[in-house]
C-alpha cells in the first residue's frame, strides 16, 4: 500500500480532485475510508464520502491519506466470505454448529442474571444439553474471553455440567487475579472434594480478601480437613468477623464428634484442644502458606454488558 503524507492544501487539492478512494487519518487520531473532493467555492475545506455519509474537514484537520481504493462502503460479500471462514474453523474446533454455539453462549451470558433460581434453571439447561453435543467443551473454549464478573458463574455451571472434567478449570482458577473467581473455585474444591486439594484450599487462608479467605474456612470444613487446624485457629483472630465466625464454624465441624459440650471459645482455648490431639501427617501452620496471588495483582473488574 502506497502511503501519501500531504504537506499542505494545494497537494491535498490536486489528489481529492481525482476522487481516489482510500482511508483518512484525521490529526484527532479518527480513521475511516471514503472518498475526498474540494468543495466548491469553499477553498480549504474537504468532503469524505465514507459509504453514505459526506462529512466536511479542513485541509489542517486531515494528517495523512492512505491510497488504497476504499470507499467506506460495507463490502457484504467479503464479510460473508469472511464470517463463514470463520464459522468452518469453529466448527471444526470445537465440534458445534453455529447454532448450538449461538445457544450456548446466549444461555451463558444469561448467567449474569441476579436470581439464583434463574441461574440454576441455565446450568441444569446446559447439562441437559450436554447429552445432545458438547456444551461443556464449548464453554470452555470461550471461558478465556468472558468477564471476571461471569466467570465465577461459569466455573459453577461446568462443575454442575461434568464434575470431574470441571475440576482442570476450577484448579486454575483457585489462582485467578480476580478474587470472585478464587472464592466460587475455592468452594467448588470444597464440593468436589479432589484427592490433595486440601494445600490449594488452605492457602486460601492467607488472601488478602476476606471473601477468599471465608470460602477457604468453609471448603476445609467440608474436606474434614483437621491437619488445617492450626492456620483455622489463626484466623480467629482476624479483625473482620465474617472470617473469624467462618473459622470458628470450619473449627465446630472438622471436631464436632470430639468437642463434646465444653467447646473452646478463645484462641488460647483452641490451642490448647489442638495440642491435645494427635493428627497424622504434616500440619498447616497460617503463617507458612503461601497466598494464591500477591495483592497487587489483584484484577479491577467493571460490568461489561457483552460479556
Not at 469472511?82 to 465440534?95: D, P, V
Not at 484448579?171 to 474444591?189: N, P, Q, T
Not at 501427617?281 to 507458612?288: N, Y
Amino acid at each position: 500500500m502506497r502511503m501519501v503524507i500531504w504537506g499542505g492544501a494545494v497537494a491535498l487539492m490536486a489528489w481529492a480532485a481525482a476522487a481516489y478512494a482510500d482511508t483518512i487519518h484525521l490529526k484527532n487520531g479518527i480513521r475511516f475510508d471514503g472518498v475526498v473532493t474540494p468543495v466548491p467555492d469553499q477553498e480549504g475545506m474537504y468532503r469524505v464520502k465514507a459509504g453514505r455519509r459526506n462529512l466536511i474537514y479542513r485541509a489542517d484537520e486531515i494528517e495523512r491519506i492512505e491510497k488504497n481504493d476504499k470507499t467506506g462502503h460495507l463490502d457484504r460479500d467479503a464479510l460473508r466470505a469472511r464470517w463463514e471462514a470463520t464459522n468452518k474453523a469453529l466448527t471444526e474446533e470445537t465440534g458445534l454448529t453455529a447454532e448450538q454455539r449461538r445457544l450456548v453462549r446466549g444461555l451463558i451470558f444469561e448467567l449474569k442474571s441476579e436470581s439464583d433460581a434463574r441461574r440454576r434453571a441455565i446450568r441444569e439447561q446446559l447439562a441437559a444439553l450436554q447429552a445432545e453435543f458438547d456444551a461443556f467443551g464449548y464453554i470452555v473454549f470461550m471461558y478465556p474471553e468472558l468477564s471476571s464478573l461471569l466467570a465465577p458463574a461459569v466455573l459453577e455451571t461446568l462443575f454442575a455440567i461434568d464434575p470431574p472434567r470441571s475440576l482442570e478449570t476450577i484448579m486454575a482458577g483457585a489462582e485467578s487475579a480476580y478474587f470472585g473467581v478464587r472464592a466460587m473455585a475455592i468452594d467448588l474444591l470444597g464440593r468436589a472434594a479432589p484427592p490433595g486439594a486440601v494445600p490449594l484450599v488452605a492457602r486460601g487462608l492467607a488472601d488478602h480478601m476476606p471473601e477468599v479467605r471465608i470460602a477457604a474456612a468453609y471448603a476445609l470444613a467440608s474436606l474434614g480437613a483437621r491437619e488445617a487446624t492450626p492456620a483455622l485457629i489463626g484466623q480467629l483472630s482476624y479483625l473482620d468477623q465474617r472470617v473469624s465466625n467462618a473459622a470458628r464454624e470450619a473449627l465446630a465441624s472438622v471436631w464436632g464428634e470430639r468437642l463434646g459440650e465444653q467447646r473452646p471459645a478463645t484462641v488460647d482455648e483452641w490451642n490448647a484442644f489442638w495440642s491435645a490431639q494427635s493428627v497424622s501427617g504434616a500440619t498447616i501452620a497460617l503463617d507458612k502458606l503461601k497466598p494464591l496471588i500477591a495483592p497487587e495483582d489483584e484484577q479491577t473488574v467493571s460490568y461489561d454488558a457483552n460479556h
